[in-house]
């Protein structure tokens, strides 16, 4: 369950962020209503054949993505098998698949939101407002080798304040099974319920940083405009991660983004001949550069295969993404998905694979549908390139989000908002060290990819040095050959195909034993 690495620096080797997510959606569900709940995350089949096997459940519900139909199905044999008096509810994206009630034997499919759901099915108030899980946003980081220790507040909660997104792009998946253009679902309306949540959760789970997980947060300018307000009265020196479409993006001056605590910026970057409304009028070259020399991390995320690429014109288009030199960069192949506009459309005209499995619709591998100009095999040389050249030209992330770090503690440290100065001083007092000796073992590690690169990567982590304390300063001599040897044993590790799994979690709520 990684996002970095299945789509963002999957090339990068070592250098790879590598963390798991919890599902959230049944967190959020299990939260919400009274009933008596298990949650089991990620479980293995014994996991999961044990729990149905040692407590009687009136309901099992079962979560899943396209992707994952196999699974869901296999999961419902099993708790008709293991469970027989159990009704079983299936929800998530995985619902989406036209045709999905003859694949997997569940006594209830629900289409959409689940919470609302959930609380009429069991007899309880739908419109109760919603009470807000603790999440961490990640866990069991690894990175250059190392897994990073888990300290209580240093990694970043989860806010989801809404689902669905109104822009309404073709082949949004997540639009369109939440009502799609025009729609969405909202948790929290207002910049004060936020506020609230995201101050219970920095008092529960003794974070100032959070990733919010809304589809396109800055379009609700007038939410995330009293959320600033309710910030500065309470000197709140939060960090805040969003999603954010570049148009939304620009009805804000860098100082409010600054001061409303954006630290990562997650933007579509798609192909400026696409013609996507949500990015019109921006040249987001331009923006993306502006974002990090204010100390906002960028994660791009570009679109390859959309109907006018063709081999003469695709290298070009991967160049022109790559130019963006973001901190993050995520491909993605254009995939018809089930449940949306373009699905829809590509199924009319008869473009859709027939032979395609879902567990390879995630746009990470090869088309799934007849591209005019590209055959499926190249769609995956394309992609793979994508991720290759990113890599090459700009550097491992990890490098590119401390020169972004440093660019933004050097503009802001002396800035007059006080919870602004701390935001960027914590950052660096926490990082500077542990980032300079990264840098170090990149410097010597990247000579073997690009000596470019390398020389690049050794001018920052001078500059890092300046701005250092005396222990920062000394730190990379020390750690720096530690993290290159923990770097290169990694590279063998999984040039012999080590993979990671997420641990299985078991969490009971409203719970009387027996
Ligand atoms: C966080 C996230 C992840 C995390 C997963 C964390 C985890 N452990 O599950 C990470 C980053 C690891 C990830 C990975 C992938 N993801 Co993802 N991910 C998301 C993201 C951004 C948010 C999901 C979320 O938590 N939303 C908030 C919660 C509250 O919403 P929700 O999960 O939809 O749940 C609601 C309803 O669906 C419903 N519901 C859900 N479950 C259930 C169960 C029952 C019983 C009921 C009644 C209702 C119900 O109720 C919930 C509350 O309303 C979505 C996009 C999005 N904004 O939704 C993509 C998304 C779900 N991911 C997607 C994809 C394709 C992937 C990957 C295949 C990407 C890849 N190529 O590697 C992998 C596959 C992972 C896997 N094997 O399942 C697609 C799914 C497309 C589809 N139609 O199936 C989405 C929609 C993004 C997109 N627009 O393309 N992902
Ligand atoms: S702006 Fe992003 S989240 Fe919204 S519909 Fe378009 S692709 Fe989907």
Known sequence: MELYHNQVTRAQGSFSLRMFHRSWGIMMIKENISAPCALLDFPTRDDFARELKNNQYDVVGITGIIVNVAKVREMCRMTRELSPQSVIIVGGHVAAIPGIENMIDADHIVKGEGIAWMRRYLGEDENAPIRHPAIVSGMRTRIMGIRLPERKGATAATIIPSVGCPMGCNFCTTSAFFGGKGKFVNFFETGDELFDVMS?????????????????????????????????????????????????????????????????????????????????????????????????????????????????????????????????????????????????????????????????????????????????????????????????????????????????????????????????????????????????????????????????????????????????????????????????REERRLARGKTYEPPTILERSNWVEA
């Open 200 to 488: 219970r959760m920095e008092d529960e789970l003794k974070v100032k940083s959070f990733f919010v997980m809304d589809e396109n947060f800055l379009l609700h300018r007038e939410r995330a405009m009293r959320l600033l307000e309710r910030m500065k009265e309470a000197h709140k020196s939060w960090a805040l991660s969003v999603f954010a479409s570049a148009n939304a993006i620009r009805k804000y001056t860098m100082q409010e983004l600054v001061e409303l605590g954006v630290s990562w910026l997650w933007m579509g970057l798609e192909s400026p001949k696409a013609g996507y409304s949500k990015l019109q009028g921006s040249d987001t070259r331009e923006l993306t550069r502006e974002l990090r020399e204010h100390g906002i991390r960028v994660q791009g995320s570009t679109i390859i295969g959309l109907e006018h690429h063709t081999p003469d014109n695709i290298m070009a288009e991967i160049e022109h993404a790559v130019s963006h030199d973001t901190d993050f960069h995520q491909f993605m192949l254009y995939t018809p998905v089930p449940g949306t506009p373009l699905y829809q459309q590509m199924k009319e005209e008869g473009r859709l694979l027939s032979d395609v499995d879902y567990a390879d619709v995630h746009g990470q591998f090869k088309f799934n549908f007849k591209h005019a100009a590209i055959s499926r095999d190249d769609s995956k040389r394309y992609l793979d390139w994508a991720f290759w050249r990113d890599f090459q030209l700009n550097g491992p992330s990890l490098y590119r989000i401390s020169r972004t770090l440093l660019a933004g503690f050097q503009r802001y440290k002396d800035y007059p908002d006080a919870r602004v100065r701390e935001r960027f001083t914590r950052e660096m007092g926490r990082l500077s060290g542990v980032y300079s000796s990264a840098l170090w073992a990149m410097e010597h590690q990247f000579r073997k990819v690009d000596r470019n690169v390398s020389e690049k990567i050794r001018a920052l982590r001078h500059e890092f040095r300046q701005e250092s304390g005396v222990i920062s300063r000394m730190l990379p001599a020390l750690l720096g050959p530690v993290l290159l040897w923990t770097t290169r």
